[in-house]
């Protein structure tokens, strides 16, 4: 049997490399999980949320580049790096958008950020504020690769962080839909009668509540929130992985290695977990696919509607709330960007689901 199973999974891995659409998913969505990871790394605005807001470049186009003056902190950051990671520049510089400068020997004299024809005054400022560093060490050309929205906040640098809201509510919610459907799933399909009349009772009124008015009495019983949301998702998703689990083993609880388990007398929790639940992962790791996309999509719909996570947190939901109504004022890409973001992720998690289904089909080795 053990034999056999390795072959199994080996035959499974080959045909699985074999699906070039299911490859190039599997490896985007990897790319997504260390971005998501490494963010703030990556992000040209590291404070925290990407949330430094200029307003006098809101809604510029992508790849727009302007001077940056960085003004250093006055008190001394002791940020561990972990934290950093986890929750971006807890003390982040002050940034002045500059159009020009020149120094004296003493000082700074800029001319802060304009557009038309009327030119600001002039600001003076002592080289000390600056430590006596090299010009070129806080005066920078800082390009903004997907533009800035409305609040004039690099776009770039909340998409890539709001990739971690979109990302990780898919792993939380698929994890909690697991552990609630094998479970409800296994009761019911293994002990058969009055438990799994109930367990069905409970299966059918569940599905019959539209998925989203759900998830939106759960997130308001629960309140607003990033925790929140992640929870709520999950328990809507737990309804499609127990008919599944349940139908499973309906099919093969008959099967003499289970009746010989029985004889044996161990235990229906050993039973259930150690025979019968690892002969069928294989559409259990496909249901989860495709509930991962579908808690993308279900997160993204709650955060447009204003009840996912709250500001300042970025998810790609609420940037296309927050700047859809640019589409017909001549900037689509303010929403568009998001947009194309969750279609991607979403689609790579469906392609994967398909390449998991045909590679882990067992009638076609």
């Known amino acids: 049997m053990q034999s056999e199973n390795l072959s199994n999974s080996s035959s499974a891995l080959r045909k699985f490399l074999k699906n070039t659409s299911g490859v190039f998913s599997l490896g985007f969505i990897i790319l997504c999980f260390f971005i998501a990871i490494f963010a703030y790394v990556l992000a040209t605005d590291s404070s925290s949320n990407a949330n430094q807001m200029q307003l006098e470049i809101h809604s510029k186009k992508p790849g727009f580049k302007v ?5 250093p902190q006055k ?16 003390q982040p510089p002050t940034e002045i958008i500059i159009n020009s400068y020149k120094t004296t020997s003493t000082h700074l004299n800029y001319i802060p950020y304009f557009e038309g024809k009327i030119e600001k005054e002039p600001i003076s400022l002592p080289l000390s504020a600056f430590n006596n560093t090299p010009t070129e060490s806080f005066i920078k050309t800082k390009t903004y690769w997907f533009g800035t929205d409305k609040y004039g906040r690099d776009l770039y640098s909340r998409m890539l962080i709001g990739s971690r809201i979109t990302f990780f509510i898919g792993f939380i919610a698929v994890f909690i839909s697991l552990i609630i459907g094998i479970t409800l799933g296994s009761i019911a399909g293994y002990f058969g009668g009055k438990t ?7 299966i059918n009124v569940t599905w019959s509540i539209p998925t989203l008015l759900l998830v939106i009495a759960i997130t308001l019983a629960l309140g607003k929130g990033f925790w929140q949301v992640f929870i709520a998702v999950g328990l809507t998703m737990w309804v499609e992985v127990a008919r599944v689990v349940r139908g499973q083993i309906l099919s093969i609880k008959k099967m003499q290695y289970v009746e010989a388990a029985k ?18 992962m294989a559409p ?20 447009f509607l204003g009840i996912g996570a709250q500001p300042p947190i970025p998810s790609w939901g609420a940037m296309i709330k927050e700047n ?42």
């Open 324 to 365: 859809y109504n640019y589409i017909i004022l001549g900037k689509p890409y303010l929403a568009m960007i998001p947009g194309i973001a969750i279609m991607s992720l979403v689609l790579a998690f469906m392609l994967i689901g398909n390449a998991l289904r045909d590679a882990l089909d067992v009638k076609t080795y």
């Open 284 to 303: 259990i790791i496909v249901i989860s696919a495709a509930n991962f996309a579908s808690a993308i999509l279900i997160e993204s719909g709650l955060s």
């Open 196 to 202: 799994d009349a109930f367990i069905q009772w409970l």
């Open 75 to 90: 008190t001394t950051n002791n940020q561990s790096y972990f934290n950093y990671l986890l929750n971006g520049n807890q």
């Open 263 to 280: 004889v044996l007398g161990f235990s229906n929790m050993r039973i259930i977990f150690k025979h019968i639940l690892p002969n069928i």
């Open 67 to 71: 001077l940056v003056m960085t003004i």
